[in-house]
């Protein structure tokens, strides 16, 4: 019953493959992101959704592209893969209102060879 | 300069040791802090939550805010192997939650 679930946990891929990554909560929350941790552990928010519209987008190239098919989930597709975007991509969600608390997921490690 | 500062470490201590991590911020704006705990291979699970300036105490773990010189800190006491961990602190700005987070600071405690 875990409260974020990200599928899958690692991803081995090639560069200029298309890769997604799928992302459900069950914590009724209305709120989730998509945050990336590069190799020096720095998290940096991606995006975010709230009740399925999309509120936050941080410069994030047009080759990644999220998509909420409803509140409790949230995915994140990526074409043209390329070396930079290895990293360790961490889903979460929150309660909603400006102040509730981020609950994450255990990351995918997406490396890019 | 950085909007978050936080010295990444490692911070190695024996066990039983008082630990202090700390971070400063520059943006006003921040009204909402966290710290974070990322075990290896995990998600960061929050620790604590604060939205004023002083202390909040919770089991082994103070939270301490001061507002006037943007400064927080996390304080572990009697700390154990299990707490080896990276630490990140964490602001909100207001607004949608847009949660900020600093570089994280990597601890290991030994027996």
């Known amino acids: 019953d875990t409260a974020v679930s990200q599928t899958p946990k690692y991803l081995v891929t090639q560069m200029g493959n298309d890769k997604s990554i799928k992302c459900e909560q069950n914590l009724g929350h209305d709120t989730m992101y998509w945050y990336k941790q590069d190799s020096k552990k720095f998290l940096k928010i991606m995006f975010s959704y709230n009740n399925k519209e999309l509120i936050i987008n941080e410069t994030v190239p047009n080759r990644f592209s999220p998509k909420s098919p409803d509140k409790a989930h949230l995915n994140l597709h990526i074409n043209s893969l390329e070396l930079g975007d290895s990293a360790v991509y961490f889903c979460?969600?929150?309660?909603?209102?400006?102040?509730?608390?981020?609950?994450f997921g255990n990351g995918t490690r997406l490396t890019v060879t | 300069q950085k909007e978050v500062e936080q010295d990444p470490g490692p911070l190695s201590v024996p066990e039983g040791a008082i630990v202090s991590l700390n971070c400063t911020y520059s943006?006003?704006?921040?009204?909402?802090f966290m710290w974070y705990r990322q075990y290896s291979r995990k998600g960061p699970e929050l620790l604590m939550y604060?939205?004023?300036?002083g202390n909040k105490e919770d089991g082994r773990f103070t939270a301490q805010v001061d507002k006037s010189s943007k400064y927080i800190s996390l304080f572990i006491r009697d700390s154990q192997p299990s707490d080896s961990a990276t630490y990140l602190c964490?602001?909100?700005?207001?607004?949608?939650?847009?949660?900020?987070f600093g570089a994280g600071t990597r601890l290991a405690v030994h027996p």
């Open positions: 943006n006003s704006a921040f009204q909402y």
């Open positions: 964490a602001f909100f700005s207001g607004g949608y939650n847009k949660l900020i």
């Open positions: 604060t939205y004023s300036s």
């Open positions: 979460a969600s929150s309660q909603g209102g400006s102040e509730s608390p981020l609950h």
